[in-house]
């Protein structure tokens, strides 16, 4: 055979074993193409089996293998997979052809009953169609704990329902179980805040909830947010195929997970650090400093500041009393690095308990601005002008008067030259009472609040002459003229609300929908009638706090202390259990009356 037909027939042989020669294979790729694909993945086989007993007996100990019938893949599986009780190294999960291999990177327990919560974390390749959200459960011992329990985790200031927040289960009494201990048993939340936890034993448990930022399933306090029931849970409920919580719902069933029995609700808080040191400090201004603490309610003994005399700052703290604001009220010269020594109680790190200690440091330049003078050199730019802002609409100053806030404190205050009048359609102008109040957390702020009657049609006009206000930089204040008139738009309309059976301190809002904006606050301790004028068309919530120290404000809660936040409530207008319950819609041109039992909801 000559040379070339000998090389033809080899190159011949090449291309046809290419062709029909098998393929290699390869595990983790499935095959593409095909009708789109909207059928969710189905679990054809898992070994071992659920519900199996003595799984440390079985040849392949440390795994579980889940065979679906198509080519799957790992959704998030970090935050999807969950292993109750936990462990202190993750599952290791990974595609194997059809099927997902979870293996375990720690020792089981001996005689403990084991639940994977599979959570959202498989879906098929081609249209990632979520498996349905399943438990896999088995025992190292010789049997299957068959007790759960359910509940809800929602934010404790707003009521949202909060997702993957991990609740604990600790048989250890001792408040140090939650910061050290892995709990027995552990679920996580779902984007309802909905959470069930599965075959545990029957008996008392201490029930946490926390946003475990670590992922350590212990309570870092400086990091994560924390839930608590105050008292032993008691689970004694038996796992059936029918319950409700322990069904697998599509996420467009909302009548059906809406419907899902709860056994508690946690509500979700961060608390107040107890290390207390000076966290941050900063010259804003010339004439004006903060200094920032990590803890509230510092306890001061001296401050001294070595440039400025003692008589010459002015100090305001907010009310948590963890920032303190300084003012330099000094016409002289400032220099721009300033020396401060304070003496404070502080935590001492080795003793972890409030020592009373000296602290020197200094204080950096204020960021400057400059600017280019007549001559072209760069000078500093200064403000000449007293700043102030005024908060006057015509839908709250029947209600909440005239709110005027300065940028420094004053140093020449005299209210008494302000004007504040009406001019009626006639042009007729009459001066018009109103009484003048410093508040008591912000040395800045003022409130003007009218004390005569309201004309609808009448113009009302707070006038502030050129330069009678003076601030601490020297800088006198620009004249004002604002005005306003009564809403007088048809459409608008009006809630009454009744309180009833008021006996304490209580914060009632009106807030939007989506709970992200105030239209109107109360304050109130005894039973009345609140009144939300020119309100327009659209959907609203009432929320109602329990103030219980009467701050104005919602105080956090306290582990260690056996504290729950003060409670929030969202009144629920309807009986669907769904959030169309909590939503108030108000038509136009209406007068709507509303009956709160503050003792029902309280």
């Known amino acids: 055979m000559k040379r070339e037909s000998y090389i033809f027939l080899i190159v011949c042989a090449v291309v046809l074993a290419t062709l029909f020669a098998p393929s290699c294979a390869n595990t983790s790729t499935p095959p593409s193409g095909g009708p789109k694909d909207t059928i969710p993945p189905i679990m054809e086989e898992s070994v071992p089996l659920p519900n199996t007993t003595n799984y440390s007996i079985y040849p392949k100990k440390n795994s579980i293998v889940l065979t679906f019938n198509e080519f799957v893949v790992l959704k998030d599986p970090a935050s999807n997979f969950f292993v109750s009780p936990p462990l202190k190294k993750r599952i290791m999960p990974k595609i194997k052809g059809k099927s997902v291999v979870l293996t375990f990177q720690d020792t089981l327990q001996e005689n403990t009953t084991y ?77 309802w805040g909905y959470f069930t936890v599965r075959n545990i034993k029957p008996g008392a448990y201490r029930v946490f909830a926390i946003e475990d930022v670590n992922n350590n399933n212990k309570y870092d306090p400086e990091l994560e947010s924390i839930a608590f029931l ?5 689970a004694d409920s038996v796992m059936r195929a029918d319950r409700p919580e322990l069904l697998s719902y599509e996420e467009k069933d909302t009548a059906g997970i809406m419907s899902r029995p709860s056994a508690m609700q946690l509500n979700l808080f961060k608390e107040l650090s107890s290390r207390q040191y ?40 907010n009310v948590m009393e963890d920032s303190l604001s300084l003012w330099f009220n000094d016409q002289g010269e400032i220099a721009d690095t300033l020396n401060f020594r304070i003496k404070y109680w502080k935590t001492d790190d080795s003793l972890g308990t409030l020592v009373s200690s000296w602290e020197e440091f200094k204080m950096m330049p204020y960021p400057k601005k400059f600017e280019e003078n007549k001559f072209g050199r760069k000078v500093e730019k200064l403000d000449t002008v007293c700043k102030y802002d005024v908060k006057m609409t ?9 709110t005027l806030e300065f940028s420094f404190p004053l140093m020449q205050a005299p209210f008494d030259s302000i004007s504040y009048y009406h001019i009626t359609a006639k042009q007729q102008i009459g001066s018009e009472p109103y009484t003048i109040t410093q508040d008591s957390t912000n040395i800045r702020r003022y409130f003007i609040k009218p004390t005569g009657e309201f004309v609808k049609g009448n113009e009302y006009v707070l006038k502030i ?52 904006k105030i239209f109107r ?3 109130i301790k005894e039973s009345c009638t609140l009144n939300f004028p020119y309100l327009r068309k659209g959907k609203f ?28 409530i969202l009144y629920k207008f309807g009986t669907t259990n769904t959030d169309k319950d909590y939503i108030l819609e108000i038509p136009e041109r209406t007068e709507l009356e509303q009956s709160i039992d503050i003792s029902a909801l309280f």
């Not at 927040?165 to 892995?182: E, R």
């Not at 006198?476 to 309309?493: F, G």
Request: aromatic share 8%; net charge negative.
């Open 115 to 191: 639940s994977i919560d599979l959570g959202a974390g498989i879906a098929d390749n081609n249209e990632s169609n979520p498996f349905p959200r399943m438990s896999f459960a088995f025992s190292t011992g010789d049997h299957i704990d068959s007790i759960y329990t359910s509940g809800t985790v929602v934010d404790a200031s707003t009521m949202f329902p909060k997702e993957k927040i991990t609740i604990l289960f600790h048989t250890d009494p001792s408040d140090s179980a939650v910061f050290n201990l892995l709990p027995v048993a552990a679920a996580k939340s779902d984007k």
């Open 230 to 234: 105050d008292s032993l849970f008691v």
């Open 278 to 317: 000076i966290r941050e400090n900063k010259r804003l201004t010339k004439r004006s400093a903060y200094l920032k603490f990590n803890a509230p309610y510092v306890k001061i003994d001296t401050l001294e500041i070595k440039e400025i005399a003692d008589t010459k700052i002015i100090r305001e703290f």
């Open 394 to 402: 015509s839908e709250s100053i029947e209600q909440d008067g005239i």
């Open 465 to 516: 002459p050129h330069r009678v206000f003076v601030d601490i930089n020297g800088n006198p204040c620009d004249s004002l003229v604002k005005k306003v008139t009564l809403p007088n738009d048809d459409n608008l309309s009006t809630l009454f609300l009744s309180m009833e059976n008021v006996d304490g301190n209580y914060i009632v809002e009106l807030i939007s929908e989506k709970r992200d």
């Open 521 to 523: 606050t109360y304050r």
């Open 541 to 568: 919530s009432i929320r109602i706090t329990e103030d219980q120290n009467n701050n104005g404000i919602l105080d956090t809660g306290s582990l260690l202390q056996k504290r729950q936040p003060e409670r929030v």
